[in-house]
């Protein structure tokens, strides 16, 4: 999510992959940038296929390169161009065992990331780095379960490593608030329980039915928080420990691998239970499926918000900036608070002012409404909402997102 423009769909021809080894940087635009854009998709770069070398390409070149040991600018040059060509036939960049090298070297680290216990992390495809790409292969859920890494493989490996780079994200529960508080119980007790070890909380190797319910909860969390960990099996293994242990270092807590109070109190805190996909208001780090609602209303409007991933970032792009654009461009207007009480009505209107929606009134207590003295927010498809409080209060129209 860095670009904001208005999107147009285009068809765009099958290429190959550059045929001559240019200089290609931020600003470029032709059909090698289109062949670059491929490979670099190839790999899990999830790029529009423009021709337009842009800064969401320049990142991915340059994550692209650090992965490989090259020098990272975000340009690709000579070098750049004939790594990512070494997998053309699809052959090239495929990791076994016996390899060596850089490639398995990057690989090796990033699975060491995601905790899965490689041994020496030395460049060198031995069996225990087959045994591991086959725990991860596993954990994803994915049909090729061969010790193998070939281009879709190291593609899932950079995604998942490159995902949990970030600050805890938050979450939002709009359904089943009873079962969820109640699951919740059960893990606050279990976090808090001390095991045969003499440790509090749970932690690598826990088991038991009550533990795995609580389990499949924290790793249900860690996903939400943006450090998934692949299956949500309710086994306590070493992607989860590095997962708590990742949650744990971002939130300034000890970094220990195991859900002790303060760490599960924490994890908790980031789930919000909501009475609507606005209510409270969505904001900069939530990842949710009301926000995915919302970046989807936002590309409706032909407005670019990069991946429509259900996560409200605001690295200087993304859906703030499409908000921004879409608040410029008369189409969609910024969110204003309004006290209201349950019986406060109002119904839309045009951008002129004239009634809209056939002239239906709606009540401040119902539907995606926020409660009396929240902030109200219209869906996306909003236009100017006539607030029209009906205990004693003036009312005059304002405009919600």
């Not at 990791?95 to 850089?102: A, I, Q, S």
């Not at 010790?147 to 529960?173: E, F, K, Y």
């Not at 936002?298 to 792009?317: Q, W």
Request: charge should be positive; charged fraction near 25%; proline fraction near 4%.
């Amino acid at each position: 999510m860095v670009a904001i423009e208005r999107s147009r769909a285009s068809h765009i021809p099958r290429a190959a992959c550059p045929s001559r080894t240019r200089t290609l940087r931020e600003g470029d635009r032709a059909d090698d940038v289109r062949a670059l854009q491929r490979q670099l998709n190839a790999r899990g770069a999830q790029l529009d296929v423009d021709g337009v070398f842009g800064v969401r390409m320049a990142a991915a070149v340059d994550g692209f390169q650090r992965s490989h040991g090259l020098d990272a600018n975000g340009v690709a040059g000579p070098r750049t161009m004939a790594k990512l060509g070494a997998g053309r036939a699809g052959q090239g960049d495929l990791l076994k065992r016996g390899d060596r090298g850089r490639d398995v070297l990057a690989a090796e680290r990033k699975l060491h990331k995601l905790g899965y216990d490689t041994g020496r992390v030395d460049g060198v495809f031995d069996a225990k780095t087959v045994k591991v790409v086959r725990a991860f292969k596993g954990d994803e859920s994915g049909r090729d379960r061969t010790g193998r890494l070939g281009d879709a493989g190291q593609a899932a490996l950079s995604r998942a490593s490159s995902s949990w780079d970030h600050a805890p994200l938050r979450g939002r529960v709009m359904k089943n608030h009873g079962a969820r508080r109640r699951l919740d119980a059960l893990t606050a007790t279990q976090a808090t329980a001390p095991r045969a070890d003499g440790k509090v909380g749970l932690g690598e190797g826990d088991a038991g039915r009550d533990s795995a319910r609580a389990i499949c909860n924290v790793q249900a969390h860690l996903g939400s928080v943006g450090y998934g960990v692949g299956k949500v099996d309710g086994v306590f293994d070493g992607r989860t420990t590095a997962a708590v242990q990742r949650f744990q270092r971002k939130s300034g807590l000890p970094v220990t691998g195991r859900v002790d109070p303060p760490t599960w109190q924490a994890l908790q805190r980031t789930q919000r239970l909501a009475t609507s996909s606005t209510s409270p208001a969505q904001r900069v780090g939530e990842q949710s499926a009301a926000v995915r609602h919302t970046e989807r209303q936002l590309s409706k409007l032909g407005y670019d918000v990069g991946r429509v991933d259900g996560r409200f970032d605001g690295v200087g792009a993304g859906t703030p900036r499409a908000i921004d654009k879409a608040v410029r461009d008369g189409g969609v207007v910024r969110p204003i608070a309004a006290r209201l009480t349950s019986t406060s009505e109002f119904g839309y209107t045009g951008a002129d002012g004239a009634p809209a929606d056939n002239g239906v009134r709606h009540h401040a207590g119902r539907d995606w409404f926020a409660p009396g003295g929240a902030t109200v927010r219209s869906p996306v498809s909003g236009k100017v909402v006539e607030v029209r409080p009906s205990r004693g209060n003036s009312g005059h129209l304002k405009r919600f997102l």
